[in-house]
């Protein structure tokens, strides 16, 4: 020990590390707060700009908004795209989906008959092969 030094004497009172600990403490909510606070003001300056952007755009916004919280981004990217989509593209989204649906099944019967055909030639050339 250094000549002239306590040994019960602390090197801060405990009322001054007290009230330091607590100065910091609430400088730093005080600082949390200011940051939230701006965040929150910049991703409404964000979320007004997107809601006038186009249906991609829209779409890339709200998948990574979801990608960000967790949420499913394919279906957060759809939504999106129908949100930013005007009534002349949900109209024709609509009507593509209606003509897929009523059409799907036609090119499944025509695969089923082009098998079919196929397998009566392999069998007709079988049966001539086998004379």
């Not at 000549?3 to 405990?14: F, K």
């Not at 007004?48 to 709200?62: I, K, N």
């Not at 196929?118 to 069998?123: F, G, N, P, T």
């Amino acid at each position: 020990m250094a000549a002239g030094a306590r040994a019960d004497v602390s090197v801060a009172p405990p009322e001054l590390s007290t009230a330091l600990g607590n100065f910091f403490e609430a400088l730093v909510t005080y600082g949390a707060v200011k940051l939230s606070h701006q965040v929150e003001e910049g991703l409404g300056g964000l979320e007004r700009a997107m809601l006038s952007r186009g249906p991609f755009e829209r779409a890339v916004y709200e998948a990574g908004k979801a990608h960000l919280m967790g949420r499913n981004p394919v279906w957060a990217g759809a939504k999106g795209a129908w949100a930013g989509a005007s009534v002349p593209q949900r109209f024709a989204a609509v009507v593509i989906l209606v003509l897929l649906l009523l059409l799907a099944p036609v090119p499944l019967l025509l695969l089923i008959i082009g098998i079919l055909i196929a397998a009566l030639v392999a069998a007709i050339r079988a049966a001539k092969g086998s004379r």
